[in-house]
């Protein structure tokens, strides 16, 4: 599959798991298509819709943590729905795996909305070209609007364009 077919694909995938996974109370977080040695593998994440940032809940002594997070039958239930959909559209023409996740705690930052949701947490930014000097960041989010998330590296602001960013996710510290 040629890379632009490739994102033809892609966006089609996307318009077609994204209100199939809203419908069920879901975001999507990130679709990605490879191709393995033997068949395609094809990457859904999904995620809780509505959530107002990452921040894990706060820990009470004596209490079980709360989570508001994806279940593995959260995934397996999407998994079911858009199964029969990419067969029946059939945009995949080669053997393909479908894989349904959620992001985890290194979730991979994508939007503008996902940055924001970000603020005040460490994140791990890898540029297209150096940005200040430099292609790679382990930094706070100061703050994100819908062009720019600006960093606090070492307590100065650097302001990346999330047009240059070419991976992006956080740095959860165990």
Request: net charge negative; proline share 7%.
């Amino acid at each position: 599959m040629g890379n632009e077919r490739l994102a033809e694909t892609i966006d089609r995938l996307i318009g077609m798991i994204e209100p199939v996974a809203a419908r069920e109370g879901f975001e999507l977080v990130d679709l990605v298509l490879n191709r393995g040695p033997k068949r395609y593998l094809l990457r859904v994440m999904i995620d809780r819709a509505g959530r107002v940032d990452y921040k894990p809940p706060a820990r009470v002594p004596g209490e079980t943590l709360a989570t508001d997070g994806v279940s593995v039958t959260d995934c397996a239930r999407v998994s079911k729905l858009i199964s029969p959909l990419l067969d029946v559209e059939d945009l995949i023409a080669d053997a393909y795996t479908l894989e349904v996740s959620s992001p985890g705690v290194n979730r991979p930052l994508r939007t503008p909305s996902h940055f924001r949701r970000a603020v005040g947490m460490k994140t791990r930014v890898k540029t297209r070209v150096p940005v200040d000097g430099e292609s790679f960041f382990i930094a706070p989010i100061a703050t994100a609007d819908d062009e720019a998330v600006t960093l606090d590296v070492r307590g100065e602001s650097v302001v990346v364009p999330y047009r240059l960013i070419q991976r992006a996710n956080l740095e959860f510290e165990f």
